[in-house]
């Protein structure tokens, strides 16, 4: 089992960036693949990115395709998220989750391939 707890996000203009970070604990970190996802009001949770146990080749949703940058770092069981050009419709509150099934090239891209999720953290663009 592990457990997530993301920090980063906050109040933005549209343009600016931010940086979430995602720490784990429990199982070994490198063991699961990871992902971004975000809720907006009255809205279905989406995919954003999502990286590999290997750590190659992440995968982004087209609407962060070019702004967003996923990214892990294994030593410190941290899973990161580049936020660039925010656009006032990236305003929702981002979740980490974790796959603990995923092989070590695999990289999973539905909701219901995750184990576990964190609280969220809010990001609101202002126009």
């Known amino acids: 089992q592990v457990q997530l707890v993301e920090s980063g996000g906050g109040l933005v203009q549209a343009g600016g960036s931010l940086r979430l970070s995602c720490a784990a604990s429990g199982r070994t970190f490198s063991s699961y693949a990871m992902g971004w996802f975000r809720q907006a009001p009255g809205k279905e949770r989406e995919f954003i990115a999502a990286?590999?146990?290997?750590?190659?080749?992440?995968y982004y949703a087209d609407s962060v395709k070019g702004r967003f940058t996923i990214s892990r770092d294994n030593a410190k069981s941290t899973v990161y998220l580049e936020m660039n050009s925010l656009k006032p419709e990236d305003t929702a509150v981002y979740y980490c989750?974790?796959?603990?099934?995923?092989?070590?090239?695999?990289?999973?891209?539905?909701?219901?391939?995750?184990?576990?999720w964190g609280q969220g953290t809010q990001v609101t663009v202002s126009s």
């Open positions: 989750a974790a796959d603990g099934d995923a092989y070590y090239y695999y990289i999973p891209l539905s909701r219901t391939e995750y184990d576990y």
């Open positions: 990286i590999r146990r290997s750590g190659g080749s992440p």
